[in-house]
């Protein structure tokens, strides 16, 4: 009963430094997501994927980068992490609801978090 | 362009009912989600609207007016475990976007 794994759960980074979190999950989602959030900001979006081999940028996607090779995995790569960076990471994934009649409601489920810090 | 607005904080009264408010502008629309989320954990799924009216689920319910580009989340019967944030969300063709969240601090 995994649901959404993300790794690590807490990372210290030195500015520069470049950085892997991992994200799988085991529901045979099409969807998934990289959120950060930060003090009074909510949830921001980075990059989503509707499958495998698709990705797209969400709000904030600088700095970022993404691949989907298989339906399972979603990692989430940071080229040369910034102070700004700093934030908690939330993967999450759904089903994908097609009309709204079909009974999927396409709801998100959320891994339980990464916190990262950039010195 | 997408806009999500919500209260950034609410306080309420344990056994009491608070409405939390959320209005929105995006380029589509293909859902409303409402998430609960406690202080250090992750969000988790409270309710969804996608067509007008309201929808109940025990003490949550959840309202959507489509062509106002409103929602509120109703509980009722409060309790100390209901202080968390209360983030809305929208479904914006494929992809979720979040309003801020509303902290809702329940005291006795």
């Known amino acids: 009963n995994a649901g959404v794994t993300q790794t690590p759960k807490f990372q210290v980074l030195k500015t520069g430094q470049s950085m892997t979190l991992q994200c799988a999950q085991d529901m045979n989602h099409e969807y998934m997501s990289w959120y950060r959030q930060d003090p009074g900001m909510g949830l921001r979006l980075i990059h989503y994927s509707v499958g495998a081999g698709i990705t797209d940028q969400g709000e904030v996607p600088n700095g970022y980068n993404v691949s989907r090779s298989t339906t399972e995995d979603f990692p989430l790569r940071l080229l040369s992490a910034a102070p700004s960076q700093t934030s908690v990471y939330f993967c999450?994934?759904?089903?994908?609801?097609?009309?709204?009649?079909?009974?999927?409601?396409?709801?998100?489920?959320f891994g339980e978090g990464s916190r990262l810090t950039v010195l | 362009g997408q806009n999500i607005d919500q209260p950034t904080e609410m306080t309420a009264t344990e056994g009491a009912i608070v409405q939390i408010n959320c209005t929105y502008q995006t380029s589509g629309f293909n859902g409303l989600f409402w998430y609960q989320q406690h202080a250090g954990e992750a969000p988790t799924f409270l309710s969804y609207n996608v067509l007008d009216g309201l929808e109940e689920k025990g003490r949550f319910s959840s309202f959507l007016s489509r062509s106002k580009g409103y929602s509120y989340l109703l509980l009722k019967e409060l309790q100390m475990k209901d202080s968390a944030s209360y983030l809305c969300?929208?479904?914006?063709?494929?992809?979720?976007?979040f309003g801020a969240g509303t902290r809702l601090a329940v005291h006795p």
């Open positions: 999450a994934s759904s089903a994908i609801a097609e009309t709204s009649r079909n009974g999927v409601t396409g709801e998100l489920f």
């Open positions: 969300a929208v479904r914006d063709i494929s992809k979720l976007i």
